[in-house]
């Protein structure tokens, strides 16, 4: 298998980024590199084997559906570019 | 050079309880020597001298009313700029949170400032946690203090430096393949990355969450474990948090027989000069009475390429967020909320963090998800069950903790080289087992770390046998940089 441009225009696309023609060929480049090498995963039978999400058997944690007020909500606010009657402000959502 | 700065944390302590030393002299000292050296090493992005000196004042007012201070309270601490400080900056060396204040504190932070540990700022890494050099940083690289031209390592190189170059007694970093032990090693001192879960991870920011996790910088074994043992506990913002354990790490036990097991596929990847090296110390040790054995685990031939499968795969998911909406750094330009996002992500991520994140993409899209992500995920499993094997025979695996000695500047520009560095760390963080690496040799006057990994919540087994070796290695830290 060989990644080549177009799959990491599509990549792209999915992940929100935008990459100049010559960045576009430098990842297309590494992708490459990287998959050839991790493609030795496929010689290892793995067959009846379950896979590992985490290292350690996690159990599920129930909490109590509490309200805790948080105070400091300006403090928050304070991390966003444009901020409006205590709203996140962004450009347009449609488009033309 | 003030004395002081050579004193390990421990050291420090005693000099509390005995008077000899107040916390505000040693703080300013610490200070000092950051404010002398930080312009040409760069381990620091932001130093917090005023909060610093203010812990200090509480801790000396305890000393003068001689009242016990608890473990390592007072002794300063550098932390790397990826977990969250309330009201300062948290950056992750990255354009993208450039600008970002927490508004509240991670877990560990929470325990180094009701310990009274003087924070004396934040210390540089590669951006958001990936890479091994400190290169990828949006802040500029950080140096070596044993060769200026050589990298410190990463991603945690800032936090290593500032142990090296004695800028700092103690400091925390962050290990998701490898990001403690690797500086640790390239720098010549203690490193050490926990159980998983024995650290909360609460307010670190995430990169792989089912590898990362904090751990301490030290000058020597005995002030990691007592670091570990202030910042480790469950913690119920941190459902991954190992519940029920004992958080003392200091408490040194000692067995009769000591028996490692030396893992065979790491031997072909090893520098000949790191060979060397490794075979004289395991002699040495043998002398002393350890008893080694070369043993088989197959899946370690697997490490890397399951690494960067799993690693990005988590990181792309982690690093969804980061869409200039509610925090990080903003394109002002764009008509659109898609031109927004995109052109803020495109703007505020650099190129290794961009690589990660397409990588991790395409594992988990659909027709790649089961070829790559679930089939790594099964070696993981396989990986695990080697290491559960190899415990039921062996105290611990040693190996050097990297294949070559430490590199210079731009010296692997190929990212899949790069990634090989990480060869020896990565399997811990897969099997989520505790690991550190400790000074054991020079080559070409710089240092090598050796690698010690131990099974499962067996941490404090890991520091006992760890310093055992480093009695009878007895590496001297000191490096040319302690001279200027």
Redesign the interface.
């Known amino acids: ?1 060989t ?1 080549d441009k177009k ?2 225009e599509h ?2 696309k ?6 100049s023609d010559n ?1 576009l060929v ?2 297309t480049k ?2 490459d ?3 050839q ?6 010689k ?1 039978n ?1 067959d009846g ?8 058997p ?1 159990q599920n ?1 129930f ?1 109590e559906d509490e309200v805790i007020t948080y105070k ?1 909500i300006d ?2 606010l ?5 901020v409006e009657n205590h709203c ?1 402000k ?4 449609l ?1 033309n | 050079m003030n004395d002081i700065l050579k004193l390990t944390a421990i050291e420090i302590s005693k000099k509390y309880q005995t008077k000899e030393l107040s916390c505000s002299e040693v703080t300013k000292a610490f200070l000092d020597r950051i404010s002398a050296t930080n312009t040409e090493l760069n381990s620091f992005v932001s130093i917090s001298e005023k909060t610093a000196l203010e812990t200090a004042k509480i801790v000396d007012e305890k000393i003068a009313k001689s009242q016990r201070l608890a473990l390592l309270e007072g002794v300063p601490i550098a932390i790397k700029d990826n977990m969250c400080t309330s009201g300062v900056a948290t950056t992750c060396s990255s354009k993208m949170l450039a600008n970002f204040v927490p508004s509240y504190d991670a877990t560990v932070i929470e325990k180094i400032r009701n310990n009274n540990m003087p924070i004396l700022g934040k210390t540089n890494m590669d951006e958001f946690a990936m890479g091994s050099s400190t290169e990828t940083s949006f802040f500029g690289s950080t140096k070596n203090p044993w060769n200026t031209n050589t990298v410190p390592g990463g991603s945690s190189g800032g936090s290593a430096v500032a142990i090296s170059a004695l800028q700092a007694p103690l400091a925390l970093g962050s290990d998701t393949g490898g990001s403690i032990r690797q500086p640790a090693s390239f720098c010549g001192i203690v490193g050490m990355k926990p159980t998983y879960g024995v650290v909360s991870r609460y307010g670190l920011i995430a990169f792989a969450s089912s590898l990362d996790q904090i751990g301490p910088f030290s000058k020597n074994i005995d002030d990691s474990a007592a670091l570990l043992s202030v910042i480790s506990g469950y913690d119920h913002k941190d459902s991954t948090s190992q519940p029920n354990i004992d958080t003392d790490f200091t408490k040194i036990s000692s067995q009769k027989e000591i028996k490692i097991g030396l893992p065979k596929e790491f031997f072909a990847n090893l520098d000949p000069k790191v060979k060397e090296l490794y075979q004289d110390t395991i002699s040495i040790l043998s002398k002393e009475g350890i008893i080694f054995e070369e043993t088989e685990l197959p899946s370690l031939e697997q490490g890397i390429s399951t690494y960067y499968i799993v690693a990005p795969a988590e990181a792309s998911s982690n690093l969804a967020r980061f869409d200039g909406v509610r925090y990080g750094y903003r394109n002002q330009e764009a008509k659109s909320l898609v031109d927004m996002m995109e052109l803020s992500r495109s703007e505020g991520f650099g190129a290794e963090v961009k690589r990660r994140i397409l990588i991790g993409t395409y594992v988990l899209s659909s027709g790649y998800y089961d070829a790559y992500y679930k089939k790594a995920q099964q070696v993981r499993t396989i990986m695990k069950n080697d290491f559960q094997k190899a415990f039921s025979k062996y105290d611990l695996l040693l190996s050097p903790t990297t294949p070559t000695p430490p590199f210079s500047f731009g010296e692997k520009s190929n990212p899949l080289e790069m990634y090989m560095n990480d060869i020896m760390t990565i399997p811990a963080n897969l099997a989520g087992i505790p690991a550190l690496s400790m000074p054991f040799g020079k080559s070409n006057n710089l240092p090598m770390g050796i690698h010690l990994m131990g099974n499962l919540l067996e941490d404090q087994k890991l520091f006992s046998i760890a310093k055992k070796i480093e009695q009878i290695l007895g590496f001297n830290i000191q490096n040319p940089y302690w001279e200027k």
Do not use: G, W
């Not at chain 1, 999915?14 to 990459?19: A, E, V």
């Not at chain 1, 090498?37 to 496929?42: D, G, K």
């Open positions: 298998m990644i799959t990491v990549l792209a999915l992940s929100r980024l935008r990459f960045e430098s990842f590494s992708l590199d990287i998959f090498y991790a493609n030795s995963l496929q290892v793995t084997i379950s896979p590992s999400a985490h290292a350690i996690l944690v909490k400091d403090k928050l304070d991390n966003c570019a444009d996140f962004v450009p347009r959502i488009t």
